[in-house]
């Protein structure tokens, strides 16, 4: 089992954090986020996202982690799916949105709830399927392992339940 990075654990650890996730796909490929939420030595692959602050829509909570995250600029689209992830510490209700337009060329963001020597996006980019398949299971987010193609992500229903977790 992952250990969760500390920075992450004692921010995020021990409560359910209400997040935001947006499909980007152009050209069959999906924007993802490498971060480094297991370790600086472990990459994570998930699409681009975040918490939802206080008084913040979910579509303006996308924007913004879109810019935070990737310096996309980005129109957020219809809901596709809600996922639960359950992995104590960490428990997060993610809302799936699909992208529907995108300005701009993907850089590395920040993640501003972190200290600079503390940030753990290591990469952004579009992989292909392909290139996620050939990833270890748990280097990229669980919808991944749901899908037998990119096109699979539209059609997935409207909840994905995370594993049962009884602390």
Not at 25 to 43: F, M, P, Q
């Amino acid at each position: 089992m992952l250990t969760v990075n500390e920075t992450i654990k004692d921010l995020y650890g021990g409560r359910v954090r209400v997040r935001v996730c947006g499909i980007c796909i152009v050209h069959d490929r999906i924007l993802l986020v490498n971060h480094s939420l297991y370790g600086k030595e472990t990459a994570f692959w998930v699409p681009p996202g975040g918490g939802i602050q206080f008084g913040e829509s979910a579509e303006w909570a996308l924007k913004r982690e879109f810019i935070e995250e990737t310096g996309l600029d980005i129109e957020p689209g219809a809901l596709l799916f809600i996922n639960e992830h359950i992995q104590p510490p960490l428990h997060a209700v993610e809302m799936f949105f699909q992208i529907n337009a995108v300005n701009g060329i993907p850089v590395k963001g920040t993640d501003p709830e972190l200290a600079v020597e503390k940030q753990i996006i290591a990469d952004v980019r579009f992989l292909t399927f392909q290139e996620i398949r050939a990833l270890p299971e748990t280097s990229v987010h669980s919808l991944f392992s749901r899908i037998n193609a990119l096109e699979d992500i539209f059609t997935l229903g409207n909840y994905l339940p995370g594993a049962e977790s009884r602390l």
